[in-house]
């Protein structure tokens, strides 16, 4: 089944310590998201990818980086300059831009 | 980033009862989505909409793109436990093509 998967579920990262999150797609879709979400909220957009090595930011991209170096890949690294990291972090991918997106299941990230 | 305007923020509803939840936006949109969150999962496309005056629907929900392109409501009939969740409606706009999310309609049913 075609479908979107991120790992891992839950992640602990320390003070001071990067955190990559893994989100790979076997949908074919040219186009792949990552969104923050903060308790009772809505989504936030943080960087976007519409094809292979190429990505733009999102709304709240400080603190984070990304690449896309294949198709099926958008992995997410939560630097140490992200003051706030602790969130759900949700993935999405589309097969063009103007169309419905689907989601990955989140990875939650707790700094202890 | 710009959000669309979702309510009501919250309902309490009976097991039954019929929901109507909807956005609206100052700006046009050209498609109008409607998602739903359980908790600690991705949100999941229930419908999509791509026309202006569009009616569709999915099982007990049914959802309507607005003739002016500003506006879109979702309505669930006959409320089951299982629908609990947040729901979110998101939109492309015509000047823009990143995807605007309302800030999401939470259901809970009454015991």
């Known amino acids: 089944d075609g479908g979107i998967t991120q790992s891992p579920k839950y992640l602990f990262r320390k003070e001071g310590q990067n955190v990559t999150l893994s989100c790979e797609q076997n949908?074919?879709?040219?186009?792949m998201y990552w969104y923050r979400q903060d308790p009772g909220q809505g989504l936030r957009l943080i960087y976007y990818?519409?094809?292979?090595?190429?990505?733009q930011k999102g709304d709240i991209a400080e603190g984070y980086s990304v690449s896309r170096e294949k198709k099926e890949s958008f992995p997410l690294t939560v630097t140490s300059a992200q003051k706030n990291p602790t969130a759900f972090y949700l993935c999405?991918?589309?097969?063009?831009?103007?169309?419905?997106?689907?989601f990955g299941s989140g990875t939650r990230l707790t700094v202890v | 980033g710009q959000q669309l305007n979702q309510s009501p923020q919250s309902m309490f509803i009976q097991e039954g009862e019929d929901v109507s939840m909807n956005c609206t936006s100052s700006?046009?949109?050209?498609?109008w989505l409607w998602y739903k969150q359980e908790p600690g999962e991705g949100p999941v496309l229930l419908i999509a909409?791509?026309?202006a005056g569009e009616l569709t629907s999915n099982g007990r929900l049914t959802a309507q793109f607005g003739i002016t392109r500003k506006d879109s409501f979702l309505n669930i009939s006959a409320s089951i436990p299982s629908d609990v969740g947040i729901y979110f409606c998101?939109?492309?706009?015509?000047?823009?093509?990143?995807?605007?999310w309302g800030a999401g309609t939470k259901l809970i049913i009454k015991p």
């Open positions: 998101a939109g492309h706009r015509v000047s823009n093509y990143q995807l605007i």
């Open positions: 949908l074919n879709h040219d186009a």
């Open positions: 990818s519409q094809i292979v090595n190429d990505f």
């Open positions: 999405a991918s589309s097969i063009a831009v103007n169309y419905g997106y689907t």
């Open positions: 700006s046009i949109f050209n498609t």
């Open positions: 909409l791509y026309k």
